[in-house]
């Protein structure tokens, strides 16, 4: 059975820091793309970032863009989402998620397979 776990998100001043962290069982991570997506009240959900199979892209939206860094850890399992200089509008639930099929990151929430159940960021002084 896969699960993937976020954990990591809580509550943050603006210009502070969290790291986000995906950890799968039943699947391993290194073998697919993986993607952090933020879902907001009254939005869909939007890809923040991407780590692809076989590691040659990484994808980050641009409203992170100069402020994220993904990265994985093989021996745990785990991908991480680091976020910095993090602003109000960071608020929201970060979902990681699998996707199985292609090799190169996919932008839509709908190539992914699975999903974890989010972790909330609340970014607010």
């Known amino acids: 059975q896969v699960q993937l776990v976020e954990s990591g998100g809580g509550l943050a001043q603006p210009g502070g820091s969290l790291r986000l962290s995906c950890t799968a069982s039943?699947?391993?991570?290194?073998?697919?793309?993986i993607g952090w997506f933020l879902q907001t009240p009254g939005k869909g959900r939007e890809v923040v970032s991407c780590?692809?199979?076989?590691?040659?892209?990484?994808y980050y939206a641009n409203f992170v863009k100069g402020r994220a860094t993904i990265s994985r850890d093989v021996p745990s399992n785990t991908v991480f989402l680091q976020l910095n200089n993090l602003r109000p509008e960071d608020t929201g639930v970060y979902y990681c998620?699998?996707?199985?099929?292609?090799?190169?990151?996919?932008?839509?929430?709908?190539?992914?397979?699975?999903w974890g159940q989010g972790t909330q960021v609340t970014v607010s002084s």
């Open positions: 039943g699947l391993l991570l290194d073998h697919y793309s």
């Open positions: 998620a699998a996707d199985v099929d292609h090799t190169w990151c996919q932008r839509s929430s709908d190539d992914y397979d699975f």
């Open positions: 780590i692809s199979k076989i590691d040659r892209e990484e």
